[in-house]
């Protein structure tokens, strides 16, 4: 391997770059581009090469128009013939139709949402195509292929990166396409230092005849072209198995750190069987608990009573109740003379729950704080020296909690809600605030991802599993419902009939990256229909953009029932709880994830009044995304939904990027890599274990990012 590896990548021209080396030094990569790296956290080469190809092209040998045949992907190499853009019948959306042809033949294309192709194409352009041939279904005689892949080529640029080779396809970062992101990492690649840092040890790598890093970087980019594509395309090539068992390996390894250091550690064991404790527990409760919150905290209640830390995770579907299980615990932990702190993961959720654990917690005497990136300076200056001094029992906040100046007086219970949105170093950041008074916080992990069990142990290491599996009773199942774009006026007339009956509705966008373009999209329709189609109402326009301050007034505004309709984007998705709002119409549905989708409708449904969601999709979608939205359809329960979605996804992502980006995973997928997971695991267990193997381990830590380093301080283990 190392030999061809080689030989595919040219021997570097300028001297090597280092790992943090700034990409802007990359060929291809200029100031514009640098920033929308940035935006996705690429800020080093490093960073770059580890930004992989999602999908590989088998351009050695393209396929001809004449050997198509239906029901097939094909990768071609075409010149344009034709092509035009034809307006949809609701105005909106336009088809692009395109003729293209080979020495063989000729083949129509249809490219929905495709306007934006009529100035960029022109006749006897070479193109590559990638996609499904199918069958035209007016003329079934006629192949044609749907939305296909399309790269422009443009004979002057061509270069060995584009053809003659197993082409590697990334996913295209704004305007970044994958194109020229493919020739900026041509560029990268060629610049990997030669004497790369190896974390995986030699012996082991020598065990499980794992390729070296460098090699497995280069060949993950640009294969040889003795290469599988069939193999890259499911990520079981050599080398993408080297960098996935790597990922696996380095997580599992602090994992197993972890699960010694929190055994040797000390945590606070609280007292809860004194009568002032009980009465205080049933005090603060709103309502009558449901079975499966009560057998969640006794669980809670048992860990919280042992000298070391609880390390609990509390599973339960949205809206299943777990925040009043979580403010519990800390009132068991308040009553016995420590801190307690919630982290949240929006500042509309943190807020959100410092509203509710105030209403809950402060008639019975206690003090909660807020706290947040956004607040002003004195106010900030003034709930910091409240923790600090004591007087605070319950901080709130989001990851503003874990910055340096935050110091608790003694903080013994941590609660931290929807955990896959923070890194695992968050989570342990907030722990170690407390580990500086000689004792660790217990720690519960509130999340609504529905998991398989076996796997939440592996991804979450040894955390204990309470489940809560039962809603709170009065519920009426929401009702989903599926529609069409042309059906919109019928669907704002029901929004203007459930506003009229006192109810608040929900209008989410599809503004998942917040990016500026499709943050234009949404501000322009809410425009449109606070001027057009509600102008009788009061509407709010709630998105990522915005500060902290005009957030929360929106949200405040909508809470008091002063805004009747929110239009938002997914910066709703997460624990937002408004039971008066019991519609959403969800525009553009098929372009959301179907968990995401379900988080969202769980917005709704929150009180005793039937709810409604509306899904609005064009009449014409990809079989994945009709699939996902009859399921949503189907039902609202969040474990079937989770196995659907798995089954959907296939090898695909299930936790999405965010979630895996955040264990550190930028091409392992535990679903996907159960095996490598497992192996990794066990081979990660037995070198923490292994006594004799602590220069090995050291080395390893040491090639660790430094922020990991930190947390397994060198000198503890050394
Ligand atoms: P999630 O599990 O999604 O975080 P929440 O904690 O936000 O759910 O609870 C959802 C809603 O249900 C809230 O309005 C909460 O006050 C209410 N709730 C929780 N438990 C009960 C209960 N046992 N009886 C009635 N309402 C409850
Ligand atoms: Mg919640």
């Keep these: 391997m190392n030999a061809t590896a080689k030989a595919s990548v040219n021997a570097p021209t300028k001297p090597p770059l280092h790992f943090d080396t700034p990409v802007q030094m990359i060929k291809g990569v200029g100031p514009q581009r640098a920033e929308l790296l940035a935006q996705r956290g690429i800020h080093t080469l490093g960073d770059l090469l580890n930004y992989l190809p999602f999908r590989y092209e088998d351009r050695i040998r393209f396929s001809t128009i004449k050997e198509l045949l ?6 071609l190499r075409v010149k344009v013939l034709s092509g035009q853009a034809v307006r949809g019948m609701y105005g909106r959306d336009a088809i692009y139709h395109l003729l293209v042809q080979d020495a063989t033949g000729s083949l129509p294309c249809k490219f929905f949402h495709g306007q934006y192709l009529e100035n960029r194409l022109k006749p006897g352009q070479s193109l590559i195509l990638h996609g499904k041939v199918e069958i035209d279904k007016l003329r079934p005689a006629r192949r044609e292929m749907v939305n296909p892949q399309m ?3 443009s004979s002057e640029e061509l270069d060995s990166t584009e053809t003659g080779r197993i082409v590697p396809i990334y996913e295209a ?16 690649v060629q610049s990997i230092p030669s004497g790369l840092p190896d974390i995986l040890p030699a012996a082991l790598r020598l065990k499980l005849s794992l390729p070296s890093r460098r090699d497995a970087l280069i060949q993950t980019h640009f294969p040889d072209a003795g290469e599988s594509v069939e193999l890259l395309n499911i990520f079981r090539s050599p080398a993408q198995q080297r960098l996935i068992f790597e990922e696996f390996f380095r997580y599992q390894l602090s994992i197993a750190l972890d699960r010694q250091t929190t055994r040797r550690e000390n945590a606070i064991p609280f007292r809860l069987r004194e009568e002032k404790i009980r009465a205080a527990l049933k005090r603060i409760l709103p309502f009558k608990p449901t079975t499966a919150q009560k057998r969640a905290l006794g669980e809670i209640a048992a860990d919280l009573e042992k000298p070391f830390p609880m390390n609990r995770l509390l599973q339960g579907d949205v809206g299943s109740g777990k925040t009043i299980v979580a403010l519990q615990a800390a009132v068991i932990a308040i009553e016995n ?3 307690a702190a919630l982290m949240a993961p929006t500042e509309i959720l943190a807020v959100q729950h410092y509203l509710s654990a105030k209403r809950v917690l402060e008639p019975v005497g206690y003090r909660v704080e807020l706290l947040i990136s956004g607040m002003k300076f004195g106010e900030k200056a003034a709930a910091l020296e409240r923790l600090a001094n004591g007087e605070a029992n319950l901080a709130v906040g989001t990851h503003a909690l874990i910055e340096d100046n935050v110091k608790f007086a003694r903080l013994g219970f941590v609660a931290i809600d929807e ?8 989570r342990k950041r907030l722990m170690d605030k407390a580990a500086t008074h000689g004792h660790a916080p217990h720690v519960l992990v509130l999340t609504a991802t529905p998991i398989p069990r076996t796997l939440s142990l592996t991804i979450y290491g040894d955390l204990d599993v309470s489940i809560l599996d039962e809603l709170p009773p009065g519920r009426t199942p929401i009702i989903t419902r599926l529609t069409t774009e042309q059906h919109l006026p019928g669907v704002w007339e029901s929004a203007r009939r459930e506003v009229a009956a006192g109810q608040q ?4 966008y599809p503004v998942i990256e917040e990016s500026k373009l499709e943050l234009k999209a949404a501000i322009d329709e809410f425009a449109r229909l606070r001027k057009d189609v509600f102008p009788k ?27 009747n309709i929110l239009v938002a984007t997914t910066v709703v998705e997460v624990g937002v709880d408004v039971p008066n709002a019991t519609a959403m119409i969800i525009e553009h549905a098929e372009r959301f994830g179907l968990s995401q989708l379900h988080q969202l409708r769980g917005r709704i449904g929150r009180g005793a009044k039937k709810s409604h969601c509306i899904l609005v999709a064009p009449p014409r979608m990809t079989e994945v995304a009709k699939a996902r939205l009859d399921t949503m359809v189907r039902t609202t329960n969040g474990f079937e939904i989770a196995e659907t979605d798995l089954l959907l996804r296939g090898p695909g992502d299930f936790f999405g990027t965010r979630q895996s980006g955040d264990l550190g995973f930028h091409i392992a997928n535990p679903i ?8 990794a695991r066990k081979e990660a267990f037995a070198l923490a274990e292994d006594t004799t193997q602590k220069p090995a381990l050291t080395q390893i830590l040491r090639a660790l990012p430094e922020e990991w380093q930190r947390r397994y301080n060198l000198a503890r283990i050394g």
């Design 70 to 75: 239906p029901g097939n992907v094909y990768t």
């Design 173 to 188: 970062i704004g305007t970044f396409g994958s194109r020229a992101i493919r020739r900026a990492m041509y560029a990268a």
């Design 537 to 563: 109402f009061h509407l709010g326009l709630l998105h990522g953009r915005l500060s902290s301050e005009e957030k929360e007034s929106v949200m405040q505004d909508f809470r008091k029932n002063e805004i």
């Design 151 to 153: 790269e422009i080529l």
């Design 419 to 426: 955990q896959h949105r923070f890194g695992v170093l968050q």
């Design 505 to 508: 509705v929900y209008i989410v």
């Design 672 to 679: 996907r890599d159960k095996d490598l997971l497992e192996s």
């Design 337 to 339: 003379a420590t801190q």
